[in-house]
DNA sequence: TATTGTTATACTCTATAACTATA
DNA sequence: TATAGTTATAGAGTATAACAATA
């Protein structure tokens, strides 16, 4: 379902936006990650955090989270180590072979956003910056219905 | 995974295109209709037209349009009728009740539209439009990969 | 009793191949 | 033999509830 059906200016954000988003997950997987995977290893980039955390900053279901740490370990990315202060929690941190990983995603993104705005100029490309940073998007429940 | 990990113009894009897209899902709900049925419904506004050219224009695969018209036909919004130069074609209308739910549709869109982009001019809403119209987002094969 | 991580289950979407009826 | 529509099946993704270990 990939028609832009009217000149809705709604419309055109929502469909250039998937259409970029899957330009970017195909560089993700040039890269050799699954999206989720690669967005999980940039939130741990800055420094380890708590699995819980981890989940609520990615916005995923602590369940889903784990299919996902297990494969980022199983390939080596990424590491879980029980917290001595609390043995019930998991402090998760990057591996240096998953920073290697993250610097191949950072340029394969960085090749798919030249190829993407490839006919703006840099002045061009803040103005739609900008003007995305202002526009409405609040945080909630927005899922559909019949 | 709805977390904007990093300040590139590419996320950027991405993630305000995603929830822009759940905004006008909602407002698509709230006019009673699941998304792909009323981007169907839209399809069909200007002209009736054959089953394998809506599938078409469309983007989705003729067997997921079956239970699409299936459901527009059993709520009767659309009609599916033979077409008598080739009995194999279906020659998919949309009725008075389907005309009159895109109505809904476009008053729920256009409210969206307000919401989202309440903090933007007109003249920077048709900036927005010119520079989303130059990102380049060639169509294809651009799925993830492991 | 509450919390962290895990497992199991189910439900939606989507992709594919096989089937029918017509040509 | 090829085409239009349909059905059936399987896979990915996701949401939820129940569970074990620890606090």
Do not use: K, W, Y
């Not at 900008?130 to 526009?135: A, F, G, K, N, S």
């Amino acid at each position: 379902m990939a028609a832009e059906p009217s000149d809705r200016l709604g419309f055109l954000l929502s469909f250039r936006g998937e259409l970029t988003g899957a330009r970017i997950r195909t560089a993700l997987g040039v890269a050799g990650l699954h999206p989720r995977n690669a967005m999980t290893l940039m939130q741990l980039a800055p420094g380890a955090m708590s699995q819980r955390d981890l989940a609520a900053v990615l916005e995923v279901d602590p369940s889903q989270l784990v299919a996902i740490l297990n494969e980022l370990e199983g390939s080596g990315l990424a590491e879980r180590r029980r917290d001595p202060a609390d043995r019930r929690r998991h402090i998760v941190e990057i591996t240096e072979a998953g920073e290697a990983a993250l610097e191949r995603v950072d340029s394969a993104v960085s090749e798919a956003e030249r190829e993407l705005f490839a006919n703006l100029t840099s002045e061009e490309q803040d103005v739609l910056r900008r003007l995305l940073d202002r526009v409405v998007v609040e945080r909630g429940d927005h899922d559909c219905s019949e």
